[in-house]
């Protein structure tokens, strides 16, 4: 069956401006870093894909090493964009990143000119598309001259491969320097995405949001749920075949007796502002609008649609933040931290 986008894919999504630039996003982007590998059922990745689209999410966020294997998932898009989104390209902001490993041999991670460039040139075979919308710097590499990497991010650009750049887990120190190595060039960097949630503050206690407030640089928050930890799943501990049980990023260790509590105490408050978990941890991360977007992922196309839900209600009560505070006790959940430490 041919599938049709909805005519209201517009009506309900919310929409910012990312930075200073002229690009909106929606506030709810969709990732592909789990559940689009070669382990996952690819009609289930389609039905993902649509219900985004048909939700108002036009942006979908990957990576070079999304799969398993690596790449996997870019090629699993690339075939749903010749079919389920085909004649679509020009509503969808598509993004991609390199700096994890990607193959073998000193070239294959970091963010050398040669990997950086390499890897766009095959992501962009692999989804089968002339170009990204927005390329990053998927880590700083700390034995890498940045002047290097960001220039390696303005080539991109200049050669039409990219539409605009951006950086991920980087502190606000590296972010400055970044901000002023592209400014130099003539390509502005249009966004950052952290990890960011109630439970892995980082971004709070480095400055990061204020720092891209005053830069004019947008924002796309991975993890908004925790890796899971925030959608209600493990309220009353954890589940078979859930995230915990598979070793994918969120350890078993992590969901003890005492954050059992606090999780479900986080659910009440929720569940009294008319959402579910889920719900208020995404309008949480939005909140103010300090983050443009939140980056959410799914198993299920039911999933996609109750984070959508969180648009509904983005709005927070000081007795509510306060609350939530007492609860959100932050984890050791930040995989990234190795990144923005540097």
């Given at each position: 069956?041919?599938y049709?986008?909805?005519?209201?894919?517009?009506?309900?999504?919310?929409?910012?401006?990312?930075?200073?630039?002229?690009?909106?996003?929606?506030?709810?982007?969709?990732?592909?870093?789990?559940?689009?590998?070669?382990?996952?059922?690819?009609?289930?990745?389609?039905?993902?894909c649509?219900?985004?689209?048909?939700?108002?999410?036009?942006?979908?966020?990957?990576?070079?090493?999304?799969?398993?294997p690596?790449?996997?998932?870019?090629?699993?898009?690339?075939?749903?964009?010749?079919?389920?989104l085909?004649?679509?390209r020009?509503?969808?902001?598509?993004?991609s990143?390199?700096?994890?490993?990607?193959?073998?041999?000193?070239?294959?991670?970091?963010?050398?000119?040669?990997?950086l460039?390499?890897?766009?040139?095959?992501s962009?075979?692999?989804?089968?598309?002339?170009?990204?919308?927005?390329?990053?710097?998927?880590?700083?590499?700390?034995?890498?001259?940045l002047?290097?990497?960001?220039?390696?991010?303005?080539?991109?650009?200049?050669?039409?491969?990219?539409?605009?750049?951006?950086i991920?887990?980087?502190?606000?120190?590296?972010?400055?320097?970044?901000?002023?190595?592209l400014?130099?060039?003539?390509?502005?960097?249009?966004?950052?995405?952290?990890?960011?949630n109630?439970?892995?503050?980082?971004?709070?206690?480095?400055?990061l949001?204020?720092t891209?407030?005053?830069?004019?640089?947008?924002?796309?928050?991975?993890?908004?749920?925790?890796?899971?930890m925030?959608?209600?799943?493990?309220?009353k501990?954890?589940?078979?075949?859930?995230?915990?049980t598979?070793?994918?990023?969120?350890?078993?260790?992590m969901?003890?007796?005492?954050?059992?509590?606090?999780?479900?105490?986080?659910?009440?408050?929720?569940?009294?502002?008319?959402?579910?978990?889920?719900?208020?941890?995404?309008?949480?991360?939005?909140?103010?609008?300090g983050?443009?977007?939140?980056?959410?992922?799914?198993?299920?196309?039911?999933q996609?649609t109750?984070?959508?839900?969180?648009?509904?209600?983005?709005?927070?009560?000081?007795?509510?933040?306060?609350?939530?505070?007492?609860?959100a006790?932050?984890?050791?959940?930040?995989?990234?931290?190795?990144?923005?430490?540097?």
């Amino acid at each position: 069956m041919n599938y049709t986008p909805s005519p209201s894919r517009y009506d309900a999504m919310v929409y910012r401006r990312c930075g200073h630039s002229g690009l909106k996003l929606p506030a709810i982007s969709l990732g592909l870093w789990h559940n689009f590998g070669e382990d996952a059922n690819h009609e289930t990745k389609r039905a993902i894909c649509r219900e985004a689209f048909d939700c108002g999410i036009t942006h979908f966020d990957l990576a070079n090493n999304y799969g398993p294997p690596p790449g996997s998932a870019e090629e699993a898009f690339g075939e749903i964009l010749k079919t389920d989104l085909r004649g679509y390209r020009n509503e969808i902001v598509i993004s991609s990143k390199a700096g994890y490993g990607m193959w073998p041999g000193p070239y294959g991670e970091w963010g050398s000119r040669k990997y950086l460039i390499s890897s766009c040139e095959d992501s962009l075979r692999r989804m089968g598309v002339d170009y990204v919308d927005i390329f990053y710097s998927h880590r700083f590499d700390p034995e890498t001259p940045l002047e290097e990497t960001m220039g390696a991010l303005d080539s991109l650009v200049r050669q039409g491969k990219a539409l605009y750049v951006g950086i991920s887990s980087y502190n606000s120190d590296r972010t400055r320097e970044a901000v002023r190595i592209l400014g130099e060039m003539g390509t502005p960097l249009l966004i950052h995405q952290p990890s960011y949630n109630m439970l892995n503050r980082w971004v709070e206690r480095d400055g990061l949001k204020e720092t891209l407030a005053e830069l004019g640089v947008g924002s796309i928050a991975f993890t908004p749920l925790a890796q899971g930890m925030l959608t209600g799943k493990y309220l009353k501990g954890i589940p078979e075949g859930s995230r915990a049980t598979q070793g994918k990023s969120l350890r078993p260790s992590m969901i003890n007796e005492q954050a059992i509590v606090h999780l479900n105490k986080l659910n009440e408050i929720a569940q009294a502002r008319g959402q579910t978990l889920a719900q208020m941890a995404i309008a949480w991360v939005l909140r103010n609008e300090g983050i443009t977007s939140a980056l959410i992922g799914a198993s299920r196309p039911e999933q996609v649609t109750d984070c959508v839900g969180a648009v509904s209600n983005l709005e927070f009560t000081e007795d509510e933040l306060k609350l939530i505070d007492d609860y959100a006790r932050e984890e050791d959940i930040n995989l990234w931290a190795r990144s923005s430490d540097s």
